[in-house]
């Protein structure tokens, strides 16, 4: 069967992604993790070294400005999933509304950012990269911020890291991933909260909830 967006959504809906073996490869698989790596959105984890470069504010934060650069930069590693196909779909349900970016600017130079796919109130986090020190993780704080903003209730990062426990992801069974799964998809949440809000305020929420 041909991949489609379409396809590509109810696989999400279902709780499987997919994968291909590396950039050239022209196999895709579907993934199905026994142990699921979610953010709670409520309990995103702002170390003071982290709030302290984001109260500086070196960068400039933008949403869905240029997604296919965040996808290219997420598979410019000399190991990836992100083949020539995936690129293409996942651009394709950017264009139809369902798959976001958040860029991280040094200027006019990308230097980090993330990118997910929405169906819902669930965000399915694909992949993240950093070209300057804590791009992604700042990347992270404001897409999570944005994500609470709009009535998301699930963060689903697949896998847990220790770089992305460290910033409060955890894990949770297959069986309990799909029950939070099956909510999340039915109910409402807005991606587009409108314009960036400025450091202060990032932080005054984070401070809130975390």
């Not at 426990?165 to 409108?194: C, I």
């Amino acid at each position: 069967m041909a991949m489609t967006p379409e396809l590509l959504l109810q696989a999400y809906a279902m709780g499987i992604f997919p994968m291909a073996d590396s950039r050239d490869s022209p196999e895709i698989h579907w993934i199905d993790p026994l142990r699921r790596g979610v953010f709670p959105l409520d309990r995103f984890h702002v170390s003071r070294s982290l709030r302290r470069q984001i109260a500086r504010e070196p960068f400039r934060i933008s949403f869905d400005t240029d997604f296919g650069a965040i996808v290219g930069g997420c598979a410019a590693r000399s190991e990836t999933w992100i083949n020539d196909e995936i690129f293409a779909l996942y651009d394709l349900l950017h264009r139809d509304g369902f798959a976001h970016s958040a860029e991280v600017w040094e200027g006019e130079l990308l230097v980090g950012g993330v990118y997910g796919v929405v169906i819902g109130a669930a965000f399915f986090g694909e992949s993240m990269f950093s070209r300057r020190t804590g791009a992604s993780k700042i990347a992270l704080t404001y897409l999570i911020d944005r994500l609470r903003t709009g009535g998301f209730t699930l963060f689903d990062t697949q896998f847990l890291t220790d770089h992305l426990a460290s910033l409060g992801a955890t894990e949770v069974s297959r069986s309990a991933y799909h029950k939070m799964l099956k909510s999340a998809v039915s109910a409402e949440a807005r991606f587009d909260t409108g314009p960036v809000q400025s450091a202060d305020q990032i932080l005054q929420r984070m401070t809130q909830t975390s």
